[in-house]
């Protein structure tokens, strides 16, 4: 007799191991470099390095002339060829920016292309480079965001009449009567610099075209398949089914892969121009330079309070420097917009007031960066806090007890709109604080402190909306649907199962964690699952991995799939196994008749149903393939609650990690070890953030930090252990119990890093109010702090 217990594996919550990792240990993964097409030419672009200039003329002449070149292009060459591409909105006060593949009469940010060269192989290309000839009249540039906004600052987009490409305004309740009668009042203007994604594999693509199909097909290191696919269509005029988007595997990507680019334009273009397959594969340079930025908001902002920590109202008022355009397809609106929307947290803050003006610049442009705007919200809101609790002369774990949303109160909807349906606020602060004895580390602070010591401590809380449905887009007024998700099905006749999805994994480990809810599901076995993704033909409709969406989004299609198709393969079996279909189960790859020895394999019932004619009637052989669209309308909340503990070295300046706890709730988890490893990864990149990362411009707009030399990124020596707690608890909002996760690390860790710096620094009377702190602005904020407290 079969056990039920037996045949039924619980494959979610397990620790199973990564089904992608052998071949990407091995080198056997599939990267757009990898691809190898006999015969294709290979594009090297000679970049603007001017910040703002018009485009006088242009000699090709001497490029064009040399051995191995194919040819030559600039802008004018493209005329009839492709369409301009504009990343359009519903938003008011927003104006969209038209991006060429080429540059086109002017040139807005060191970096932007101007010329393209083709040629027999990648060195010629780059050779020709210096037979290029660009006269440029130079304008005057404007890389700071504030100067930008002034009356005689260069405009410019000339069509938008403006620096300010968005601007948008959230309130509730009269700001200006709270705050003027709050009896405490801490605020400041803060600063988080730029940042960039800077994945392991820079930005790489190859275009193919098929004349005698038409079809044309674009490999691309690209988080977004279906959005660029859709977008290749339009501006090539040409039908879906003829423009193929693939992302075998990529190496990272944080959102600097979730964008359409110039180069993945002109491969296509190109491609299909000369029926020949057209290669680009960007260097670490290229990619600090035009792969977008995250982050570069100013932020002056004021939180009141009554004597009690009970908070009254919060004000921000937001300057996002966004670059030169606004980025296809999310515009320019993206983070900026997000900092004031996520700004109030996890916190009851009944009057509020944010306001935001996205600004261009003389820089390369912004875009999604992991957390998107939520860091920045982050920083600003918990290092208000703490200096609440410092002039309420309270415990920071305890001022944010008084206010964090109670379980109770849920659904809570904040000042901006966001509604948050359900999320552990208040259990991951307890939970944290439990984890690391934060008595006991409160204690050994004091010590350490009283020995002369700059030891702190760092408390970061905050929520995020994650698996967003189609209630609201991802980005503010874009009319791309980004919140619903595809999947796909099968049981073919030999028993294998096959998921598509029109997601595109780029380290999520996706591959895995859907293939184990479709096992749970399906009651199919691990083994026999195979999920492919990363392919605009999967699917009619998806758009990719980005936003912690996946996990919601695909996991929730994968769950309604799934169960159809098992009712199908059981209303099958009770032909084969003559039983009811309320006394038929599955599990394992095996159906079977409850409390009986009778059992059929997935196998037999494929071939019962596909091959062998006969053994079940006309009417009981049903497709055995089911496609499910799952939108989960709003979207759920993730909660989490960082703490960190370091200690500042006041000769060297430099900063260590002690300790670093994160508490949070990421609902039903799929496998604890892939959420620790993207917790892990996403705390190391806000670790960064906060202590070493930036991109820095000077006044004239030029990239002072285009190698890794001088943008620093931690080390591992430099991060933590970190531990990880989970409260899985389902979300209420999701089929399958899932919430999103994957942002959450860089989101929390700059905070808590942030409100522990300024801990360790309380003796000297110094606040934090810029990111990131490196040890020259540590040093400078220590040596100042001490000048004032001599009296000098």
């Known amino acids: 007799m079969a056990d039920p217990d037996v045949l039924r594996p619980k494959h979610i919550g397990a620790r199973v191991r990564r089904v992608e990792d052998p071949r990407l240990l091995t080198g056997q993964g599939a990267f757009a470099d990898d691809r190898i097409v006999p015969g294709a030419l290979h594009i090297a672009f000679r970049r603007s390095d001017h910040a703002h200039a018009l485009i006088s003329g242009i000699d090709t002449a001497a490029a064009a002339a040399m051995p191995g070149v194919f040819a030559v292009y600039t802008a004018a060459d493209l005329e009839g060829l492709v369409e301009p591409l504009r990343a359009t909105s519903r938003m008011r006060n927003y104006h969209a920016t038209p991006l060429y593949p080429l540059?086109?009469?002017?040139?807005?940010?060191?970096?932007?292309?101007?010329?393209a060269v083709l040629a027999e192989d990648r060195y010629r290309a780059e050779d020709a480079l210096d037979g290029i000839a660009i006269d440029y009249?130079?304008?005057?540039?404007?890389?700071?965001?504030?100067?930008?906004?002034?009356?005689?600052?260069p405009v410019l987009h000339e069509e938008a009449g403006t620096n300010v490409l968005a601007e948008r305004e959230f309130s509730r309740g009269d700001i200006a009567a709270e705050l003027a009668a709050a009896p405490i009042r801490v605020g400041g203007s803060f600063r988080f610099h730029r940042k960039a994604p800077t994945a392991i594999e820079n930005?790489?693509?190859?275009?193919?075209?098929?004349?005698?199909?038409?079809?044309?097909?674009?490999?691309?290191?690209?988080?977004?398949?279906?959005?660029?696919?859709?977008?290749?269509?339009?501006?090539?005029?040409?039908?879906?089914?003829?423009?193929?988007?693939v992302a075998a595997d990529v190496g990272g990507g944080f959102g600097g892969k979730a964008s359409l680019y110039p180069e993945e334009i002109l491969v296509a273009v190109l491609a299909r121009r000369l029926g020949r397959a057209v290669r680009w594969t960007g260097d670490r340079l290229e990619d600090l330079a035009t792969t977008s930025h995250g982050f570069d908001e100013i932020i002056d902002a004021e939180l009141a309070l009554d004597r009690d920590g009970t908070m009254l109202a919060l004000s921000a008022e937001v300057i996002g420097d966004v670059g030169a355009y606004s980025i296809y397809p999310w515009t320019a609106a993206l983070e900026p917009v997000q900092v004031v929307s996520f700004m109030p947290g996890p916190y009851r803050v009944p009057t509020y007031r944010g306001r935001v003006r996205a600004v261009a610049t003389n820089k390369a442009p912004t875009g999604p960066y992991r957390g998107v705007g939520r860091p920045i919200a982050t920083f600003v809101m918990e290092r208000l806090v703490d200096m609440a609790a410092r002039r309420l002369s309270l415990d920071p774990a305890e001022l944010r007890r008084r206010n964090l949303v109670r379980p109770e109160e849920f659904p809570y909807r904040v000042a901006s709109g966001i509604v948050w349906d359900r999320s552990g606020f208040g259990e991951c602060l307890e939970r944290a604080c439990a984890a690391i004895d934060y008595p006991k580390l409160r204690t050994d602070q004091g010590k350490a402190r009283a020995a002369g010591r700059l030891c702190g401590v760092g408390i970061a809380s905050y929520a995020e909306l994650t698996g967003i449905g189609s209630r609201i887009s991802a980005a503010p007024g874009m009319p791309i649907n980004t919140g619903t998700e595809t999947a796909t099905i099968r049981l073919d006749s030999t028993g294998a199962v096959t998921g598509n999805f029109g997601i595109a994994s780029h380290g999520q480990g996706l591959e895995t964690t859907l293939a184990q809810v479709i096992a749970d599901e399906l009651g199919a076995r691990l083994a026999d699952i195979q999920i492919l993704q990363g392919d605009s033909a999967l699917v009619a409709h998806g758009t990719g991995t980005y936003a912690s969406r996946s996990a919601v989004l695909a996991g929730g299609a994968a769950v309604s799939a799934a169960r159809l198709l098992k009712e199908r393969i059981i209303r099958a079996a009770s032909h084969l196994l003559e039983a009811a279909v309320e006394d038929i189960d599955a599990a394992d790859g095996r159906v079977f008749v409850s409390g009986t020895d009778r059992s059929l394999s997935f196998r037999e019932i494929a071939r019962a149903v596909y091959t062998e004619i006969g053994r079940l009637p006309r009417d009981a052989r049903e497709e055995l393939e089911v496609t499910k669209v799952y939108d989960p309308f709003f979207g759920t909340a993730t909660a989490?609650?960082?703490?960190?503990?370091?200690?500042?070295?006041?000769?060297?300046?430099?900063?260590?990690?002690?300790?670093?706890?994160?508490?949070?709730?990421?609902?039903?988890?799929?496998?604890?070890?892939?959420?620790?490893?993207?917790?892990?990864?996403?705390?190391?990149?806000?670790?960064?953030?906060?202590?070493?990362?930036?991109i820095v411009y000077d006044e004239a707009g030029q990239l002072l930090t285009a190698s890794l030399v001088d943008y620093v990124i931690p080390a591992a020596s430099e991060v933590p252990p970190i531990e990880t707690i989970h409260l899985d608890t389902e979300s209420p909002s999701t089929l399958g119990g899932f919430r999103g996760m994957g942002e959450g690390g860089t989101i929390g860790a700059p905070a808590a890093v942030a409100n522990a710096l300024a801990d360790a620094l309380a003796p000297l009377g110094a606040e934090i109010f810029?990111?990131?702190?490196t040890p020259e602005r540590l040093f400078r904020l220590i040596t100042e702090a001490t000048a004032q407290a001599r009296g000098d």
């Open 103 to 115: 540059a086109r009469g002017r040139v807005r940010h060191v970096g932007e292309p101007v010329v």
């Open 137 to 153: 009249a130079p304008l005057a540039a404007v890389s700071d965001p504030r100067a930008a906004l002034g009356a005689d600052a």
């Open 203 to 245: 930005r790489a693509c190859i275009a193919e075209y098929d004349r005698g199909r038409r079809l044309l097909t674009l490999t691309s290191s690209t988080q977004i398949p279906g959005v660029i696919r859709d977008a290749l269509a339009d501006l090539l005029d040409m039908p879906g089914h003829s423009v193929r988007v």
């Open 640 to 694: 989490a609650t960082h703490i960190a503990a370091l200690e500042i070295d006041p000769q060297t300046c430099k900063v260590r990690l002690d300790r670093y706890v994160v508490a949070e709730d990421c609902g039903r988890v799929i496998n604890p070890m892939i959420v620790d490893g993207q917790v892990h990864g996403a705390v190391a990149q806000g670790i960064g953030a906060a202590l070493t990362e930036e």
């Open 770 to 773: 810029e990111l990131p702190m």
